[in-house]
């Protein structure tokens, strides 16, 4: 019986572990804009292209 | 959402490459790129040189037009006191502030202005929030100002919108966070005490686990402590300042049942007699909490707190001995020389100088056609100059002018008052007193056993806890609010629909509300005109920058002549000019006979027409209904008192009369205080009333109103405080709307009778003294849900019928 008690234990640390990212998540702001950051993810990030390229695609248009 | 480009430069329409609006002409290129006009372009050059093309490329024409091309002064920024004003937080390396941007549109916004800081140094990083349209910077002061980052947003055609009121607020911001730390607690919760309560569930009773089972029994109420004593601490609160007011709230006996539940519990586990109730304690603490969510939908873009100083610019241009220069407007006395170009705002009361007014009053007090002012006229403040600069004093500051001094009255300063009348508390009030009494009356029933009587008690209470009272109406009318919002119509909160039901009268402005905003529709009565003397008027009205000599030239589509000779314009009276040696005089019927005839003194309605001596005709300028109007008066007319206060003249009463018919009453040259005093008097004899209007001048009556609407063209422009905004293209609508409302209330007396019945079930368990905690965890989780299901299937169907949704 006594594995039970350890698994318990187990599982309240990991219930609780969730319960401290989410009022972590809360605390920084993520719940504060639910949309615009499904627009940024789809920015590609292209700092390190040179300018000829970004003519290129001038053309291409 | 993100497409490839498609552009197509052999399309026969020329668009412009920036903005995507239709280029007059292919004259400005870069490449093979056209623009519409100069500004376009130059926006354009600056991303290219700053290697941002890619902003072309998420969205297609994605750039805020610049033809207005205003070259802003932006002097004003300099002064620190307003820089303090305006920024969230510095420490002298590093500034923080907050600009809300209406003009972000699309993803390619969102990009650029995430992107700041690749074209200046100095900008350390932007995050853009898409939905409250606000760009939040942080910059080194010692390397950029602020005023040269506000240059730098507006000459990539992101003007921010700064404004008296200052700095974008988040008010709500820290309330929704605890509401969502809540959430989480009782959730979490909720989630392991069911857990812990299985073996409990399964064993019905008959079998213990012993020490194991008392172990589980204590965690549960280590999970319930913090639910009990954090997460519902707002329903004691309430329940508390309601009976302190003698007023028996929704929260009275949801707060009775949770203490019950949690006292019930406690006594059960530490005498061992039972497992307790604490997982329908916090199941219930959960779904309220959710419910509260739902109903807390805002729409965080607009904002229904706006006075007059969002209005109002951040500052003008004041000229002093020194030349011109820039002043805050909190800062203006009377006496300060201001320079009012096309377009601006007066904003304060003000004496014409120099110049010729013309002056657009139809937002401030409904006129709808600008008015005339010549050298020492007063101008009022609000009012928007149309044509050339001109030069005021002020005399008195802005807060004291005509218009502003609105916003001292009573109905400004006393708060909105929670409607307490609400449905739902005036069912609670009869609800408590009645669980009240079944409980006392299965107790005395068991009075000779006691375990009996004090079980039978506390059941009752526990059963008839209104969890699904209490759900039905933020589910119903937060999905009624949803359903508005897809339709344009955004209100301020729930409880405007429920408000909504109750309207007896409906006041409507006239500028701006039954009319469309910025159209007027000219009219030539009188004698056919030729085609040459179509070109004659026309040429003669071209030389003028009136603005109802634009509307004449506007009307005729013929091409004209090259050159008018002695062309006078006299102010206030009309214009006349030589042209192919006729001379054609426009202006009102004292000036084209020349005579004292005092006969039409409203030269803005009816402007008369004379070629060589002879009188033609007059044109006359009719406002533009919108084309809704007959059904929507039609709609109406039967089921609600309708009035229009117009702070107009009378001069379409006849054609009102038309639509509105001779019952409705009309009033005209109504001032913002009349309006206001108006609605009030409709109120005391006990009306309800529905004020539709969108002007500054209505902001008195939209307040005072039971429910104020302002229509807008636009829904991020400025519309003054109400309880909701209507964008115009949904004003046909607006019976369906109130009918929904209505709608939308039966549901909730139907989940009412719903949740009756499960307490009728449960009461039947309870006063038998035989409810245990699995019936208990299963009976109220399934009528709270039911309950929400009901109400959202429902409400949804209903909306889809009637072509809401």
Known sequence: MSVILVLIGFSLFVALTFLGLYIWAVKTGQYKDNYTPSVRILFDDRETESKDENENNGKDE | MIETKNYNPSATKLICYHCGEECPTDDIRLGDKIFCCNGCKTVFEILQQNNLCDYYALDENPGITQKEDIKRNYDFLDDAQLIEELIDFTDGKITKVTFSIPQMHCSSCIWILENLHKLREGIKYSKA?????????????????????????????????????????EKSDSHTKKLYYKI??????????????????????????????????????????PVFFYSANEYFISAFKGLRNKIFNIDVPIALGITVLFLRSLFEIFTGTGAGYLDSMTALVFLLLVGRVFQNKTYSALNFERNYKSYFPIAVTIKTNKGESTKPVGKLKTGDRIIVKNNELIPADSVLINGRGFIDYSFVTGESNPVEKVNGDIIYAGGRQKGSAIEVETVKEVS?????????????????????????????????FIILSV?????????????????????????????????????????????????????KSTQVIERLTSITDIVFDKTGTLTETGKSSVQFEGEELSLYEKKLVKTLVHSSSHPLSKSIYNLFDVEKFKDVTEFKEIPAKGIVGKIDSHIVKIGSKMFLTDTNEKGEVNL???????????????????????????????????KFALYVLSGDNDGEKSQLEKLFGKSSRMFFKQSPHEKLSFVKSLQKSSKKVLMIGDGLNDAGALKQSDVGISISDDINNFSPASDGILDSSSFKRIYDFIKFAATSKKIIITSFV??????????????????SPVIAAVLMPISSISVVVF??????????????L
């Open chain 2, 184 to 225: 989480g607690v009782a959730g979490f919760a909720f989630g392991n005490i069911m857990l812990f309560s299985f073996p409990d569930y399964l064993s019905f009773g008959k079998f213990h686990l012993e020490n194991l089972g008392r172990a589980f029994s204590y965690l549960n109420v280590a999970f319930a402590l």
């Open chain 2, 604 to 638: 803005s309605t009816k402007v008369y027409l004379s070629i060589d001596g002879k009188i033609r005709g007059f044109f006359s300028i009719a406002n533009s209904y919108r084309k809704s109007l007959p059904q929507i008066v039609s709609q109406l007319k039967n």
């Open chain 2, 791 to 804: 109400t959202t299937f429902t409400t949804n169907f209903l909306a889809k019928r009637r072509g809401l």
């Open chain 2, 129 to 169: 929030d898409f939905l409250k349209k606000i760009v939040e910077i942080q910059y080194a002061p010692k390397e950029i100002s602020l005023k040269q980052i506000v240059e730098l947003l507006d000459s990539i055609g992101y003007q921010p919108d700064l404004n008296l009121e200052g700095k974008v607020k």
């Open chain 2, 754 to 771: 719903i949740s009756f019945i499960y307490n009728l079930i449960g009461l039947s368990f309870a006063v038998q003294g035989t409810l």
């Open chain 2, 439 to 491: 409980a006392t009356a299965a107790a005395l029933y068991w009075w000779g056993n006691t375990d009996y009587a004090f079980n039978a008690f506390t059941a009752v209470l526990i059963i008839a806890c209104p969890c699904a009272l209490a759900l039905s109406t933020p589910f119903t009318l937060g999905n009624t609010l949803r359903i508005f919002g897809r339709n344009k119509f955004y209100l």
């Open chain 2, 400 to 432: 004291q002018s005509y218009l502003t001094q609105l916003w001292n009255n009573d109905a400004f300063s006393k708060k909105d008052i929670s409607h307490l009348d609400s449905l739902v508390n005036t069912v609670s009030k009869y609800f408590t």
